[in-house]
């Protein structure tokens, strides 16, 4: 079954495609470097930081974990946007749930095999919309788009969804990533046109 939350641009405009995007039907690659090389008996995803349980898991492990597929819209921050694409994985608060995050927790950063760092306030990640997403149309997830793991963000532009992420840290301090630091919007609300800082 494949869960629509398309419809979540409605907490932000009134519009589903955000104001300065263009529609498209491709899904252009973007990165700021190549793509890094991974095995599936050397990747490890690692739960780290203010959290009562760090959790690692192997490629298996991950995807054993419960998942669901969702339909979802995608925005990037150089202005197209597409519309339902279709992403299986593990909510965000699953992942949460089983490390048992701290109280004094706040923050959420994001960590990826390229060195990429991304961050949102727990706030933001905390909800079912935020996949780790290991599949993409049916298919395993690929290379260039983030594969063998990346996370999606619906209400944000996607630098905040980190592709080829092998980790998550909890913070009680709010920290920027590797964009947000070089001038990128640290809240990112496309409806807002939240770009650049």
């Known amino acids: 079954m494949v869960e629509d939350v398309t419809q979540l641009y409605r907490e932000y405009g009134d519009e589903r495609l955000p104001p300065g995007q263009r529609k498209t039907d491709r899904f252009p690659v973007l990165s700021k ?8 008996e050397n990747w490890a995803f690692e739960v780290f930081g203010a959290v009562e349980e760090p959790l690692t898991f192997s490629y298996e492990e991950f995807r054993d974990l419960p998942s669901v597929t969702q ?63 290991y599949d993409y149309d049916g298919e395993e997830l690929p290379a260039d788009h983030g594969g063998p793991l990346r996370v999606v963000t619906p209400h944000k532009y996607a630098y905040k969804g980190a592709k080829w992420v092998d980790g998550v840290e909890f913070l009680t301090e709010p920290e920027r990533g590797y964009w947000e630091k070089r001038g990128y919007s640290n809240t990112a609300n496309p409806w807002n046109e939240e770009r650049y800082s």
């Open 33 to 40: 470097s190549g793509t890094p090389s991974w095995t599936r």
């Open 71 to 133: 339909r979802q819209d995608f925005h990037c921050v150089t202005g197209w946007s597409k519309f339902d694409c279709e992403f299986t994985g593990v909510p965000f608060p699953e992942i949460a749930e089983r490390a048992g995050v701290d109280d004094d927790a706040v923050h959420v950063m994001f960590h990826a095999m390229d060195g990429y760092t991304t961050n949102l306030p727990l706030s933001e990640c905390d909800r079912d919309a935020v996949l780790f997403v």
